[in-house]
Structures are given as structure tokens and as C-alpha cells.
């Protein structure tokens, strides 16, 4: 089942990488403390993640911090290598927290999974975004068409905040 309003975040671990290198972490340490934007893509360097979801996130961080938000953090199925690169091209710098799931271990434990294999893709994630709130969902918006970023945008998610 999807995540929902009112559920707890899955604890897994995820990794991210610095400038010592790969740095595993838990889902709950990263994403359960204080109050959070977490933002889903289905896949780094694509067209709609890299054009449209991800700049919102970075042009918008510091509204969204303004809020009251703790961290901002992205998550996709892909390499953490993938994910540090991918942080480097779209300049998140310490804006956004780019947060690998290589495994899907998040995705599936969320219910947020999006089959894409037919499109040789794999298992991917679905685009979304949450408010979190100590790990705990407040709002979330899953977007119905993940070739499209409209429900789970930046300008969304600072709406709710």
C-alpha cells in the first residue's frame, strides 16, 4: 500500500555520497527527524526529473526552508554515484540532500514502486513529494503521471507548507 497521510516513514538503509565518499544512512535518520521535504523521481539525468523536478527543489530551497523545513531531500532508484553526479550537474550543494535507493528497498517498502521495465527501465520510483514530520507523512502528493511534474512540484509542496 502507498504511502499515505498519518504513515511512518520505512526505516532502510540508503546511501549518499560526500566528499569522503559513499556514506550509508537510515531512512529514519535522515528523513525522521523534525519536519521535512522528501521529493521521489523516478530516475536521474531523465528529461522531466532533470528539466523540471529536481531545479524547482534547488531553485525554491530557500523558500521551502523558510518555512520551517529542515531538509530537503531527493530520492530515486539509481547509484549513489549516479545521484552525487546528478547533484553536481543541477548545483543541489548543500540545498538538497540527494539520497540513493539503489535496491529499491525504499520504494518498495514505501509502496511507491513504478514498473518501468517495459521501457527497459526496471523498478523505479514513483514521483511524489511529502511533507514530513518526524518521520510521519502529513502531506503527500503522488503525481499521477510521472512522465509529468505538476501534483508533486516545488510550487506545490511551498503552497502546503
Not at 523521481?41 to 528539466?51: K, L
Not at 526496471?122 to 510521472?146: C, K, M
Request: negative net charge; proline residues 5%; aromatic residues 4%.
Amino acid at each position: 500500500m502507498a504511502l499515505s497521510v498519518g504513515d511512518t516513514i520505512p526505516n532502510v538503509k540508503l546511501t549518499t555520497l560526500t566528499t569522503e565518499g559513499l556514506q550509508p544512512v537510515e531512512s529514519g535518520e535522515v528523513l525522521g527527524k523534525g519536519k521535512v521535504v522528501l521529493f521521489a523521481v523516478p530516475g536521474a539525468f531523465t528529461p522531466t526529473c532533470s528539466d523540471h523536478h529536481l531545479p524547482g527543489f534547488v531553485m525554491q530551497a530557500d523558500e521551502i526552508l523558510e518555512k520551517g523545513v529542515d531538509r530537503i531531500a531527493c530520492i530515486a532508484v539509481n547509484d549513489p554515484f549516479v545521484m552525487g553526479a546528478w547533484g553536481n550537474a543541477q548545483g543541489t550543494g548543500e540545498k538538497v540532500l540527494m539520497l540513493s535507493d539503489g535496491n529499491g528497498a525504499f520504494a518498495a517498502a514505501s509502496g511507491m514502486e513504478l514498473d518501468l521495465s517495459g521501457i527497459g527501465l526496471g523498478t523505479r520510483s514513483l514521483r511524489y513529494a511529502a511533507i514530513l514530520q518526524d518521520g510521519v507523512v502529513q502531506e503527500i502528493f503522488i503525481e499521477p503521471n510521472p512522465g509529468k511534474v505538476d501534483v508533486a512540484s516545488s510550487d506545490k509542496v511551498l503552497k502546503a507548507l
